[in-house]
């Protein structure tokens, strides 16, 4: 393990100096890490959203037969929470509001009833076509004991797409992988699936342990880099795990998560090959 964390600090040094020179430019490893890491802090912040609001919406919604679903979206960089009702005409039953840091103490609960925005009823139609799609089987999706799918439906322009994570029912595991990316069209029909993990990886932790290095790998079909959804699961669940760095290794990259900065790099192997067998002289 001291090898690994002197590899670190060596990469992070020589990453400096590889930064300022431009030897990234071939492959824009740079530009790589930073779309990937901006897309799955996106999802964190709409699964925050979802987690905070449904602990602050249950506390004082007591019809919960009346519920009819939720979801989370980003007004204007504002983090929003949303339950729906099983009505005839969806209305919308509670909003829950955040600030960017997530400070529960300054979160808004709204709790009176009101029609769904245009965009609302967009996201919510968006989100009904991923639950069909599912139903339906229109795509191959596993199920695992104490686990659970969340849906997060995203609109972005003019691209409609629906991620699918899997998160664990128990304490001391996190889970990556058996996630899904859907995508729509303008009016919601279902185009393709594509599966980003080819497996399941059940991380362990051992809870108010702290743990330097934690890691998983990817196989060719999953791709050489961290996605976007390992992003938004690291963001959730890193500081509970007690992790400081966590590791996706590919066949031609390191991909490397700093769980405090929350920042992306991604290195070529060989270069951390190189680096090694220099600790090792």
């Known amino acids: 393990m001291k ?24 492959k824009d490893l740079v530009k790589i890490a930073v779309e990937i890491e901006a897309e799955g802090k996106m999802l964190y912040c709409l699964e925050q959203a979802s987690w905070h609001g449904t602990d602050l919406f249950m ?26 009702s099983k009505t005839s005409i969806p209305e919308v039953i509670g909003t829950i509001i955040f600030n960017k840091d997530f400070d529960l103490q300054q979160a ?7 029609a769904l925005t245009s965009t609302e009823q967009d996201i919510f ?13 229109a795509f191959e999706m ?34 990556f992988g058996n996630d899904y990316l859907l995508n729509f069209d303008e009016k919601n029909v279902f185009k393709s699936a594509k599966q980003l993990h080819q497996n399941i990886i059940p991380v362990e932790y051992e809870e108010g342990v702290v743990t330097t290095i934690s890691a998983h790998n990817h196989n ?25 760095q966590h590791y996706v290794i590919s066949k031609k990259y390191f991909n490397i998560w700093n769980v405090e900065n929350r920042k992306l790099l991604i290195l070529p192997k060989e ?11």
């Open 142 to 175: 596993h199920y695992f004991n104490n686990t659970n799918p969340n849906i997060i439906p995203v609109i972005q322009g003019k691209e409609r797409k629906v991620y699918i994570l899997t998160g664990p029912k128990n304490p001391g595991v996190v889970i």
């Open 220 to 244: 060719p079909e999953t791709g050489d880099f961290m996605t976007a959804t390992d992003i938004c699961t690291l963001m959730l669940y890193g500081d509970i795990a007690g992790w400081k």
């Open 3 to 26: 090898r690994i964390i002197s590899a670190f600090r060596s990469l992070v040094l020589l990453t400096c100096l590889l930064l300022s020179s431009g030897t990234f430019a071939k």
């Open 108 to 114: 808004k609960v709204i709790m009176s009833g009101r």
């Open 59 to 84: 506390e004082k919604y007591t019809y919960s037969d009346n519920i009819g679903g939720y979801f989370s979206y980003i007004d204007q960089d504002t983090p929003k929470c949303i339950f729906i």
């Open 271 to 281: 270069m951390m090959n190189k680096i090694l067998k220099d600790i090792d002289k």
């Open 125 to 137: 139609e968006l989100r009904k076509a991923a639950i069909h799609a599912i139903e339906t089987e």
